[in-house]
């Protein structure tokens, strides 16, 4: 069917950056919205960015310019670019996709999550 699969989180200290790909592949016609959210231990799940198809874009109030998404259309693909991390960034990273799949059902998928750590 469906399937998103995210890479790059890994460990990096404060103030450091790292950049997370999330690519949709499966029975795939179309990819629309594309976010990733994330969830620390204890904490609520919370949306990261967004990007839209037409590539606008939103971002949670806590980003304050250090992440950058954007997405390569043409393969499925997004990306958060993070700079500027600090230890309140470490959590599990989540990938969702809105698709249309070659059935012409639209559904929210999501990735397994990517842990980004980010050590004092």
């Known amino acids: 069917q469906v399937h998103l699969v995210e890479s790059g989180g890994g460990l990096v200290q404060t103030g450091g950056s790292l950049r997370l790909s999330c690519a949709a592949s499966g029975s795939i016609f179309r990819v629309n919205d594309m976010a990733w959210y994330r969830r620390a231990p204890g904490d609520q799940r919370e949306l990261v960015a967004t990007?839209?198809?037409?590539?606008?874009?939103d971002y949670g109030d806590f980003v304050q310019g250090r992440f950058t998404i954007s997405r390569d259309t043409d393969v499925n693909t997004v990306y958060l670019q993070m700079h500027a991390l600090n230890p309140g960034d470490t959590a599990i990273y989540y990938c969702k996709a809105r698709v249309v799949t070659m059935r012409f059902r639209s559904d929210d998928y999501w990735g397994q999550g990517t842990q980004v750590t980010v050590s004092a």
């Open positions: 990007i839209a198809r037409d590539g606008s874009t």
